[in-house]
């Protein structure tokens, strides 16, 4: 039984209670949020050790990190600082992109080393796997949804609501498509002259995704990769798409979320959240960033911290980080730090804008302890404690001020004149 069909009757699972009192919410509540699908927990039934998380309505912003090797870097000890990092740093989730190497044995042990929410896009092993778009076929690429399934992955995307109709659309932009799945689809269905087999054999996903209670992450295999492409005729009719998958899945018993756009304007990333809602049926809104700007090469994890900003106050559920090494090259350790805690700053400062409970108080109890001139406290709050603390350390300061105004200390000065 999937935790969507106890929802639908009525019952509270385990996962359920540990993700309530998690969000300090009512267990009933989120059970409703769960059967409306409107929110998710992914947990996989052959997930040892799973701490449950739930993404959706309500529900605190989650962030996840990606990691995986490529075909220039196959280090798993590299993959391994990554996962280590993004634990401390507070990730919710992470997703093993990995193209390179032993996929089964990359993806055993991070599994194995990860007890949160982990996510898979099992296409890339049948793309990795065959080595040639023609020597793929739509039973490999469904043989790795249910290896991914079995394994224990929580949720898995799968693109599939890149089809035939969407060809003629993508060949107008000026970037066409970005997202490695989609490209590969839209290859795949150009070389074979065939329906995308993601699309056309859905009821076989849902199948899998049913017996193992994996959730779907439905892929924006058509999301923009530039501003000037930005919610075009291609991004949209995906959408659509996926709405009427979304309900499909619903109907199965399934969890679905739904993944967002790249590359999207500031002045339109409210929209884009709308339409995801709208279109989807209140499905949990997956967004990359999204990044406001094309020309932040090198310091993308800050383009991606505004718009997901931005994107998580107006409704999207969960953030997929983006690193300073987008564009550029696979990302380092310090990389994923660095993308890890931008995107942590998003969602917390999205919370508060949702009211999202205890994402205030945080802040409350921030603005006390500054106040008090109370470092300790200060550290304990902070979103980065080590960072904060080593810049304190390296000032040398032995008083009780910062080395930025010294004897003239704003809180100290009202604090002894009033």
């Not at 997930?47 to 996840?64: A, F, M, Q, S």
């Not at 339409?275 to 800050?302: N, Q, R, S, W």
């Not at 994402?359 to 304990?380: C, F, H, I």
């Amino acid at each position: 039984m999937t935790q969507m069909d106890a929802a639908l009757r009525g019952e509270v699972t385990e996962e359920m209670a540990a993700v309530a009192a998690d969000e300090g919410m009512a267990p009933g509540s989120l059970r409703r949020l769960i059967a409306s699908g409107r929110a998710v927990i992914p947990a996989n039934v052959h997930h040892d050790g799973l701490r449950p998380v739930g993404i959706g309505e309500g529900l605190r912003t989650k962030i996840n990190s990606n990691i995986g090797t490529s075909v220039y870097d196959t280090d798993m000890g590299k993959e391994l600082e990554k996962l280590r990092l993004s634990r401390k740093l507070g990730a919710d989730a992470l997703m093993d992109l990995s193209t390179a190497g032993d996929l089964g044995a990359i993806r055993a042990r991070l599994l194995g080393e990860w007890d949160l929410a982990f996510g898979t896009v099992p296409i890339y092993q049948a793309m990795a796997e065959a080595g040639d778009i023609a020597d793929v076929t739509a039973e490999r690429m469904l043989r790795a949804i249910e290896d991914h399934a079995r394994d224990g992955v929580d949720f898995v995307t799968v693109h599939s609501g890149v089809t035939l109709d969407a060809i003629p659309l993508v060949r107008k932009r000026i970037l066409g498509a970005v997202s490695r799945g989609g490209a590969f689809l839209l290859s795949w269905m150009m070389a074979h002259g065939e329906q995308n087999p993601l699309n056309a054999e859905f009821d076989a996903i849902l199948e899998m995704a049913r017996e193992h209670d994996v959730t779907l992450s439905l892929g924006d295999g058509l999301r923009p990769g530039g501003i000037p492409d930005n919610t075009d005729e291609a991004q949209l009719h995906e959408l659509r798409v996926l709405g009427g998958l979304t309900r499909r899945a619903r109907a199965a018993g399934v969890q679905v979320i739904i993944e967002g756009p790249g590359h999207i304007p500031l002045h339109r990333v409210v929209e884009n959240v709308r339409l995801e809602k709208e279109a989807c049926d209140g499905a949990p809104f997956y967004v990359l960033g999204p990044l406001v700007t094309d020309i932040a090469m090198g310091h993308d994890h800050i383009t991606a911290a505004i718009g997901a900003a931005v994107a998580g106050a107006a409704g999207a559920d969960f953030l997929c980080y983006v690193t300073p090494a987008e564009h550029l090259r696979l990302p380092e350790p310090e990389d994923v730090a660095e993308g890890v805690i931008a995107l942590k700053i998003a969602a917390h400062a999205a919370d508060i804008a949702k009211g999202v409970p205890g994402a205030y108080e945080r802040d409350l109890a921030m603005t006390k302890a500054r106040r008090d001139l109370d470092w300790e406290a200060q550290m304990a709050l902070a979103l980065d404690p080590d960072k904060a603390r080593r810049y304190r350390e390296e000032s040398h300061i032995k008083t009780e001020e910062c080395t930025m105004c010294g004897p003239y200390c704003a809180i100290k000065m009202f604090r002894g004149g009033c």
